[in-house]
């Protein structure tokens, strides 16, 4: 009997923790978001591909520090001082984008992974800067909130 | 089964081979790509300053040293947000104003003695020469 609650419960924590890993759409969180604060920027980063062959995540970079992976079909954001910035993958490998970070702005970062034909692999992840941000955001909608890397993370999102 | 095992070993440096091909690539096209730029410290406009804006009458082309043409819209407004050693700095204010060099960077127009000189990476602090300037045609100044 206790080992078949259990194993229940590790199901239902199992369960829990997948749920998690979804995350919640852009348009359910409308009011969930904190805001930015004083003297900081904010930089949405997204992926709109679902397609599996582009699954394979790489880790970006915000000037110096990784601050995540990009995931299909979903978006997360990280807030940063207003200043000059420089958004690649982690290896700099020249695919990204720069700009300046106004403080209360938000940037909208599209990122788009190449696949390598028929291995899954990914190539080169491409970036762009998306304006205005009606568009970003229209096109955020659907996607679903994945966490920047542990420091950056929303908790109760 | 040995040969299944030499079987996933060829594919997986067949894979290795196709990641190090588009590596390459991705680094050559980089290159190609790339324009020379300085690094330059932007003075910015001190808030006390008097706001200057200025629009363009007509469409201006300017061409970068990697052969890639940079185009300011007809009616396109831009404020005056510094100053560099190349001239004054202009950001837009008729939406975000990016080019394409090794990648995408926001820019603001360099402006000096009536002709864009060049431009100014702010995302990157850095300044892209114009090979040759071109005259701005300013319809407006406020």
Sequence with gaps: MKVWLMKLAAVAATAVALAGCAGPQYQSLQGRIPP???????????????????????????????????KPGSFFFVDRPAGSYVVTNLYWTGEGVSFMLDAGQTRYVRVTAESLGSTGAVGNLSME??????????EMLRLRYWGAATPERVPGL | MASSVVQKMAGAVRVGKLAAMAGAGALLLGACMSVPTQRVALVPVAAADPVSVIQ???MVSAQLSNDSLVTLSAGSQWQRV???????????????????????????VVASSGKLVGFYLPGESAYLSLTRPVTLPVEMRQ
Excluded: C, W
């Design chain 1, 36 to 70: 930015i604060a004083q003297g900081n920027g904010r930089i949405y980063f997204y992926q709109q591909q679902t397609t599996p062959v582009a699954a394979a995540q790489q880790k970006l970079r915000v000037n110096q520090d990784v601050v995540g992976r990009n």
């Design chain 1, 129 to 138: 800067l998306v304006d205005p941000p009606e568009r970003a955001e229209a």
């Design chain 2, 56 to 58: 363009l009458s007509r």
């Design chain 2, 82 to 108: 510094g100053a560099l050693p190349q001239g004054d700095a202009y950001r837009s204010l008729s939406g975000l104003f990016t080019i394409q060099t090794r990648r995408q960077a926001e820019a603001y």
